[in-house]
């Protein structure tokens, strides 16, 4: 014990010294608190416990699915059961679309040779069904579907009736010669964040803009819609057979639909460039393929889940923290995000566990429709509107299973030595950065647009970017458990500490306005 406060007193002395060069703000780090935190999240920790409840039993949750309403509900009786406050399932303020569930599937590859299709149905994508409109295994021959400018819609039409359509060429992909880094460097972990990505001009498919592609695309949907394909197959973006899974085809036309949406597999990637090349050549290919989805319209709404753990002398003051709750389907949403969620739920329950008093009311938030565009932490901005000048700040865990390595600024640069400081004592656990920059793609964004101090934790990468972001092997084997642990028990000191901090956390200079 003597060493490890020892270690703590070193690291702080050396945040200390750099903050307080930068700008002379010296925070209080309540080393008795950091104790009791590292004790309770490491040593009695239940997100193992967690994780494979929301993994292995519920499985994938795609929103507003019965399974994502079921993990709604589980996330909130958890809650109630460890005593936490002003426990919600908040529906959003606007409509999303249909629930959406796969019933079955099965296919076969028939010609060139008999093999089992490789295949997973995209979200929302409708049943095969036979000309009265009943469940069928229908058999289809498989043809090429390429449109690089409106001139090649013609030569499809009255071609396409009881095809599978193979929408374009599969992606050329590389051996693996160097293998991808599982851990960030320490050279990486403290170099600059790169410069911001510059959008090019133009672009889209052939010589059209992004305007004239989305127009080109819309109307390709219609016209593989209206020859009454009998489904579209599209190629894995990941290659040794995994399936990376988004959404339909039609986009939001499928969700939103009254009528049956065009059943839409993702092929393996190697079997998919096959039968692509096979059919090239003019030679014979067939599948047979019997896909059966459900359609919920008994609501449009999804909900986000929200408790509280109350505040003393600052109550009407809030720290949030959260996650997105949402996944896609082909696997069961374990680093994508159930990680993240369980993560929070874990420092949550940490945090009540110690009943440490809290000046500031603490506050979690599981947000679906994530992966859908952040809809649920976007409608939670607007629904709680009043709220926002109140909360100090928004934490994210939503990059994979990793361990924590520090957080982003979110080009912040007032927070940058405060959270230097925060972080110190975890500097032994490899916290060791702060970057002030931005990062994007997830749920604090929706913080930082209306004013919220809003940020996303840095996180050690290990299969995140080519094993399971979205992918069929996104199950609870991919998590690291150690590393769950140590990023729940950081999130919970960062969070008790800035909820007893004098002020609240610096804003940017210039404000957004507010929703």
């Keep these: 014990m003597r060493a490890f406060r020892a270690a703590l007193v070193a690291s702080l002395a050396l945040a200390l010294s750099t903050a307080a060069s930068a700008q002379m703000i010296t925070e209080r780090v309540d080393l008795s608190a950091v104790k009791k935190i590292r004790d309770e999240g490491m040593n009695r920790s239940k997100l193992d ?216 597999l993702i092929v393996a990637h190697e079997q998919y460039g096959t039968l692509y090349r096979v059919a090239q050549q003019g030679l014979p290919a067939r599948v047979e393929i019997n896909l059966q989805t459900r359609f919920l319209d008994d609501t449009r709404i999804p909900a986000n889940v929200i408790a509280d753990i109350p505040g003393t002398d600052k109550a009407d003051e809030f720290v949030m923290l959260g996650a997105h709750f949402d996944s896609w389907h082909s696997g069961t949403g374990a680093t994508d995000n159930g990680a993240g969620s369980v993560v929070m739920m874990e420092a949550m329950r940490i945090l009540k566990t110690l009943g440490m008093p809290m000046r500031r009311t603490v506050r979690i938030g599981l947000w679906t429709g994530e992966e859908q565009g952040l809809i649920g932490s976007v409608r939670y901005t607007r629904i709680h509107k009043e709220e926002l000048p109140r909360i100090s700040a928004y934490v994210n865990v939503d990059n994979g299973t990793g361990k924590i390595r520090g957080i982003w600024s979110q080009s912040n640069s007032a927070v940058v030595p405060i959270f230097e400081q925060i972080l110190s004592p975890f500097r032994d656990m490899g916290v060791l950065a702060v970057k002030d920059g931005n990062t994007g793609g997830t749920d604090h964004q929706s913080f930082d647009r209306v004013g919220v101090p809003g940020f996303n934790f840095i996180q050690d990468p290990i299969e995140y970017s080519n094993r399971t972001h979205h992918s069929s092997v996104d199950t609870y084997e991919r998590l690291v458990i150690d590393d769950l642990k140590q990023a729940a028990t950081v999130v919970a000191w960062t969070v008790y500490h800035i909820a007893n901090r004098e002020a609240m956390m610096p804003r940017k200079a210039s404000q957004p306005a507010v929703p």
């Design 49 to 264: 416990g967690l994780a494979s409840y929301l993994t292995d039993v519920i499985g994938a949750r795609l929103t507003n699915s019965p399974a994502s309403r079921k993990a709604n509900e589980w996330a909130a009786e958890t809650f109630r059961s460890w005593g936490l406050a002003n426990v919600k399932v908040e529906p959003w303020d606007t409509t999303f679309g249909r629930g959406w569930e796969i019933v079955s599937y099965s296919g076969r590859i028939l010609d060139p040779w008999t093999k089992p299709l490789e295949a997973y149905p995209q979200a929302w994508s409708g049943s095969t069904l036979d000309a009265r409109g009943r469940p069928a295994t229908l058999t289809c021959p498989v043809v090429i579907f390429e449109v690089r400018d409106s001139t090649d819609l013609a030569r499809y039409a009255g071609k396409l009736k009881g095809a599978c359509v193979l929408r374009g060429a599969p992606a050329k992909i590389a051996p693996e010669f160097q293998p991808s880094d599982r851990r960030i460097s320490l050279e990486d972990l403290l170099a600059p964040p790169p410069p911001p990505a510059q959008r090019a001009a133009g672009g889209g498919q052939g010589n059209f803009g992004q305007g004239q592609a989305a127009r080109l695309a819309a109307a390709a949907n219609r016209l593989l819609r209206t020859e009454g394909v009998a489904a579209v197959l599209q190629p894995s973006r990941w290659t040794y057979g995994l399936i990376l899974n988004g959404g339909h085809f039609e986009g939001r036309a499928a969700r939103d639909s009254i009528y049956n949406p065009v059943p839409n």
